[in-house]
């Protein structure tokens, strides 16, 4: 089966254009080697997605027929990513820095308490 194919197959990716657009940037790698969306995947590869800053790393234990339900994706791949990347400290880097009440620009509930006031 074709990679792009697969990540689309194993819910990696919403569509297999945004699959094969992700192999062509090079985010995808099989057995440490960055590959082309027409690359065949059989079982026992290890694949790299690179995903929203975070490297995903799985082995293929078997290549699924058709779309897989995300309920039953562990059955095809052996997910070894690190849990490092996936703890709490990556998500705290995510977020966006909160404002500080009073400062800069008020938001819309801050208006219209202002609106009331005027009136």
């Known amino acids: 089966m074709r990679v792009?194919?697969?990540l689309w197959h194993l819910r990696y990716y919403k569509s297999r254009?945004?699959?094969t657009t992700a192999c062509k940037k090079g985010h995808v790698k099989v057995n440490e080697q960055i590959v082309k969306p027409s690359k065949v995947i059989i079982a026992t590869d290890i694949v790299k997605v690179r995903k929203n800053q975070v490297n995903c790393v799985f082995k293929i234990l078997d290549?699924?027929?058709k779309r897989v339900n995300a309920k039953l994706v562990n059955i095809y791949i052996d997910d070894q990513t690190d849990d490092d990347?996936?703890?709490n400290e990556y998500m705290k880097l995510n977020?966006?820095?909160k404002r500080i009440k009073g400062k800069g620009r008020p938001t819309k509930?801050?208006?219209r308490k202002l609106d009331?006031?005027?009136n």
């Open 4 to 6: 792009d194919q697969l």
């Open 17 to 19: 254009s945004l699959a």
């Open 63 to 65: 290549v699924p027929k």
């Open 85 to 87: 990347l996936n703890s």
């Open 95 to 97: 977020k966006t820095p």
């Open 109 to 111: 509930k801050e208006r």
């Open 116 to 118: 009331d006031i005027n």
